[in-house]
């Protein structure tokens, strides 16, 4: 086994790699880690905050070189704690199946459902040798729950996430490990993507007035609110209460349970 700092060895050090990193939840998540005196790591095409890898997570040719950072990461330190964020994500195209650029629809498949399984199937493997706590979690979406029209290939790519996380989860559970695995939906948050949204052609996107009246009304949640859950979120392991939640491996959750209205 990769031996793990014990309690009474110095200070905690933990690992938060987070990618995804370079804007809305993800950098403020890292930037919240590194105020945690965490190592932070983060992956994004743009420079992000923290020890950075830039890499284009749609194109599957980076995954080996971001799999085999993450596990140069892990084995270069006894850590306390190690955690993998992927939130990297993307809502382009928007549009009917059929009537958007093939192209795009391909980029939004790879990297919301595919990077999320093969990157999370290559963590799993590098930290299955640790001898203490890890936690793979996945940033979801509410449109994995529902069909939204106009988001096909996003709702189906956040959708084949949860799933993944449901069943790696229960095998992490059999397996009796150390690993937990977490989808986590952010809620509605006031980022970049849904500035992005909000500039749809109602033609492409009938929802659009909702997602204007959500900005109106002041009801988008605060990227920092949303990063702070996030934070103590990463904190747990599968059997822990966390508030009033029995968080169990696997676990398909929305955030906006764990901040206080």
Known sequence: LRQCRRWWQTAQMQLTMISGASSGIGAALADRALAADHKVATISRRPGPGDHLAADLSDPASWP????WID???SAEAWDRVVFVHNAGVIDPVGFAGHV?????TTNVLLNSASAQV???RFLGTVSNLDCPAQLMIISSGAGKRPILGWS???????????WVR??????AALESKVTVLSVAPGVVDTAMQASIRDSAETEFPLIDQFKELHASGSLL???DVAEALFVLAQANAGD?????????????????????
């Open 65 to 68: 070189i971001v799999s085999d």
């Open 72 to 74: 140069g990461l892990v």
């Open 101 to 105: 650029d093939p192209a795009a629809y």
């Open 119 to 121: 990157l999370g199937e």
């Open 153 to 163: 290939s996003y709702c189906a790519g956040k959708a084949a996430a949860d799933m």
């Open 167 to 172: 069943t790696v989860g229960a095998e992490q």
């Open 222 to 224: 605060a990227p920092g």
């Open 241 to 261: 209460m966390h508030q009033d939640t029995h968080i169990e491996n696997g676990a398909v959750l929305d955030i906006r349970d764990f901040i206080d209205s």
